[in-house]
């Protein structure tokens, strides 16, 4: 069964912890991309990553962290350093294969900061 | 940078016809996309349009794109409870694929 898993659903942590959310596809994808959502905003780019071992800062790339050293992985880290943690992260991925583009997006990362 | 536009909430009653919109600023998207947000879930492609399309029609949904205007619309036919839903529109295309997605609009359908 194909698709992308992010783990855990929801995740609580304690200010001044840096806090890491699981993003795997077993689509064959190469290229892949983190997410934030804040209620009434739109889906605001953190990261991505276009291949294996490369990855590119999205608009608000500040306090995040994240690797790309295989195709089927792309970890967010959210540091100490980000100043509004608490938020909704998706994580997504799009396929080598036709032109039209469209992201495939995982069930979703509620993360709670305190 | 592009800017993408949408009214915030819509409420319909079921079995009425639902009309999303949404407004663009970059006319360089190669592709515009329509994602339906359930609660606490991920997003879910319904349906694109290439953009040199003018309208694409799939089963209820129907998507008309005026590229003079800048305006993108998601028509629902026969809007149904299980609808309700945060609608999303996003532009993009290019290599790196970096879509901008809109604020979405809350459609609420009542019985």
């Known amino acids: 069964d194909g698709g992308i898993t992010q783990s855990p659903k929801y995740l609580f942590r304690k200010e001044g912890q840096n806090v890491t959310l699981s993003c795997e596809q077993n689509l064959n994808h190469d290229a892949m991309y983190w997410y934030r959502q804040d209620p009434g905003q739109g889906l605001r780019l953190i990261y991505y990553?276009?291949?294996?071992?490369?990855?590119q800062k999205g608009d608000i790339a500040e306090g995040y962290s994240v690797s790309r050293e295989k195709k089927e992985s792309f970890p967010l880290t959210v540091t100490s350093a980000q100043k509004n943690p608490t938020a909704f992260y998706l994580c997504?991925?799009?396929?080598?294969?036709?032109?039209?583009?469209?992201?495939?997006f995982g069930p979703g990362t509620r993360l709670t900061v305190t | 940078g592009e800017d993408v536009e949408q009214s915030l909430f819509l409420s319909v009653r079921e079995g009425d016809s639902s009309v999303i919109n949404c407004t663009y600023t970059?006319?360089?998207?190669?592709?515009l996309y329509w994602y339906k947000q359930e609660p606490g879930a991920g997003l879910q492609l319904l349906t694109y349009i290439f953009s040199n399309m003018d309208m694409k029609q799939d089963q209820r949904l129907t998507v008309l794109l005026n590229k003079k205007d800048k305006h993108l619309s998601l028509r629902i036919a026969d809007t149904q409870t299980g609808d309700s839903a945060i609608y999303f529109c996003?532009?993009?295309?290019?290599?790196?694929?970096?879509?901008?997605f809109g604020t979405g609009t809350l459609l609420a359908v009542q019985p």
């Open positions: 990553s276009q291949i294996v071992n490369d990855f």
């Open positions: 996003a532009g993009g295309g290019g290599a790196t694929n970096k879509l901008i």
């Open positions: 970059d006319s360089s998207s190669t592709y």
């Open positions: 997504a991925s799009r396929g080598g294969t036709g032109d039209t583009y469209e992201q495939y």
